[in-house]
């Protein structure tokens, strides 16, 4: 696709069609993730794979508004190893590292066809509990991947109504020139 046509057409996606994710598409997003930029090069990402569905089930369990979850092929949750970054201006930079090469899986998962749906509603706890992460790793986000079903289901429809999600502000209301 056109770099445009990536950023476009990337929407959150939460319904799924049962469509097994090839493994070269899960390398070649991961793959996007590794080349990301990050504080001092430190690379303090970690990304676990998760296509078991009982996991996946254990998962969804740990968000309220996130049980949609349930349903979808592979969860990829993204976290960041604190020791490895940096923090200037009170910035905890392990969380940007993360979000950042996060991004690159996701506009990546688009280029390719794949849905994904960027997801900050957990308790890291629970979410630590299920995979077994260490104490010292944070849990930065969560994104499913897979094949975009042809009709949105309920829960899909609910949340682009409610976060009116393709609505954005105007460039005027968010950039100034030179000074505030
Ligand atoms: C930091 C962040 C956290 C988000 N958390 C959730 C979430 O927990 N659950 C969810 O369904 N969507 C979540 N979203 C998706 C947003 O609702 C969505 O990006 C926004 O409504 C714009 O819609 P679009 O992604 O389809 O363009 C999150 C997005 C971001 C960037």
Same mark, same amino acid.
């Given at each position: 696709?056109?770099?445009?046509?990536?950023?476009?057409?990337?929407?959150?996606?939460?319904?799924?069609?049962?469509?097994?994710?090839?493994?070269?598409?899960?390398?070649?997003?991961?793959?996007?993730?590794?080349?990301?930029?990050?504080?001092?090069?430190?690379?303090?990402?970690?990304?676990?794979?998760?296509?078991?569905?009982?996991?996946?089930?254990?998962?969804?369990?740990?968000?309220?508004?996130?049980?949609?979850?349930?349903?979808?092929? *592979? !969860?990829?949750? %993204?976290?960041?190893?604190?020791?490895? +970054?940096?923090?200037?201006?009170?910035? &905890?930079?392990?969380? $940007?590292?993360?979000?950042?090469?996060?991004?690159? *899986? !996701?506009?990546? %998962?688009?280029?390719?066809?794949?849905? +994904?749906?960027?997801?900050?509603?957990? &308790?890291?706890?629970? $979410?630590?509990?299920?995979?077994?992460?260490?104490?010292? !790793?944070?849990?930065?986000?969560?994104?499913?991947?897979?094949?975009?079903?042809?009709?949105?289901?309920?829960?899909?429809?609910?949340?682009?109504?409610?976060?009116?999600?393709?609505?954005?502000?105007?460039?005027?209301?968010?950039?100034?020139?030179?000074?505030?």
């Amino acid at each position: 696709m056109e770099f445009t046509d990536v950023i476009e057409s990337r929407t959150s996606t939460r319904t799924y069609r049962g469509k097994e994710v090839e493994d070269d598409k899960i390398e070649y997003v991961l793959e996007c993730a590794r080349l990301a930029p990050s504080w001092a090069n430190r690379q303090c990402w970690r990304f676990i794979v998760v296509r078991d569905k009982e996991k996946i089930k254990a998962l969804s369990k740990t968000s309220i508004v996130n049980r949609w979850l349930r349903k979808v092929p *592979i !969860i990829i949750v %993204a976290c960041g190893d604190p020791t490895s +970054s940096g923090v200037n201006n009170n910035i &905890d930079y392990f969380a $940007v590292d993360v979000a950042i090469a996060m991004e690159h *899986i !996701i506009l990546a %998962a688009t280029d390719i066809g794949l849905g +994904s749906c960027w997801i900050a509603a957990f &308790d890291e706890k629970k $979410v630590k509990e299920v995979l077994e992460i260490p104490n010292r !790793i944070r849990v930065v986000a969560l994104t499913p991947l897979g094949y975009p079903a042809q009709k949105s289901g309920m829960s899909d429809k609910t949340i682009k109504l409610f976060a009116r999600s393709k609505k954005r502000k105007n460039l005027n209301e968010i950039v100034r020139y030179e000074k505030w």
